[in-house]
């Protein structure tokens, strides 16, 4: 991996460091994206519709359908990978402002990052869109496996999704304040494995730039924020994403 040499020397004195990531990160651990040449709504355009809230809470076939889904995602059998494993390495170092992910699969956690803002929410736990309650998302999963095609909420009889935004739900305003914050105060920003199409997350890479980061893209595809990108990355997460946090965490010469 080349990167312009002002910028390679500088990374070891990058204090502050906001990461932005996207489903990319996840292919290495088995999991599809879904704008990628292979990915999901690539694959089947309709895909992206059943993904409405409105779709979702008029339809009961699409929430039998999105529950077979869920039922057999890869996420239930996916590790944690390099890619994952190299920022929680970021984190320990105390290096990390904060980690800002699009995805729902729980795999920065696993692999032990804390500060991680998952704007996008989680498909680990299922959430009652009328009472709120939380669940563990195995448990319902598991009434899925028993013969409960949509099973409804066991506090109130409520429509349950998993606790992620769909397309036409609003996101946790706290959550996305946090990460504009995060964007604005660093001065390394990395956006690894997005397509950075989708707002407002791709707009904390403008955020970043205006508040004086320099920005880093690692993202096989070209994005819209490449123009005013200090380096973009072709190769693969898996190993460019080590490559790089060796590189922030390596001595200053």
């Not at 996420?75 to 390495?89: F, K």
Request: glycine letters at 8%; charged letters at 20%; aromatic letters at 4%.
């Amino acid at each position: 991996m080349e990167l312009p040499a002002a910028l390679a020397a500088a990374l070891p004195r990058a204090s502050a460091i906001t990461v932005l990531t996207g489903a990319g990160i996840s292919t290495d651990s088995g999991i599809p994206d879904f704008r990628g040449a292979e990915g999901l709504w690539t694959r089947d355009p309709n895909a992206a519709e059943r993904a409405t809230i409105g779709a979702y809470l008029s339809d009961p076939e699409v929430r039998r359908e999105t529950w077979r889904m869920r039922r057999d995602h890869a996420v239930w059998g996916a590790e944690p990978n390099a890619g994952h494993r190299a920022l929680a390495d970021l984190e320990r170092a105390g290096r990390l402002r904060a980690l800002v992910t699009q995805n729902i699969d729980g795999l920065h956690r696993r692999a032990g990052s804390a500060a991680v803002l998952e704007i996008h929410g989680t498909m680990l736990e299922a959430e009652c869109l009328a009472c709120g309650l939380r669940t563990p998302m195995p448990d319902v999963l598991a009434r899925v496996a028993a013969g409960e095609d949509d099973p409804p909420c066991p506090e109130c009889g409520g429509v349950q999704k998993a606790a992620t935004i769909s397309f036409g739900q609003a996101l946790d305003q706290d959550v996305l304040d946090a990460a504009v914050r995060a964007a604005r105060s660093c001065d390394l920003f990395l956006a690894v494995g997005t397509s950075l199409t989708v707002q407002p997350a791709a707009g904390l890479c403008l955020e970043a730039v205006e508040h004086g980061a320099a920005l880093i893209v690692v993202n096989a595809a070209e994005t819209p924020y490449d123009p005013i990108a200090a380096a973009v990355v072709r190769e693969p997460i898996g190993t460019a994403l080590p490559e790089l946090v060796a590189a922030v965490l390596a001595p200053p010469s």
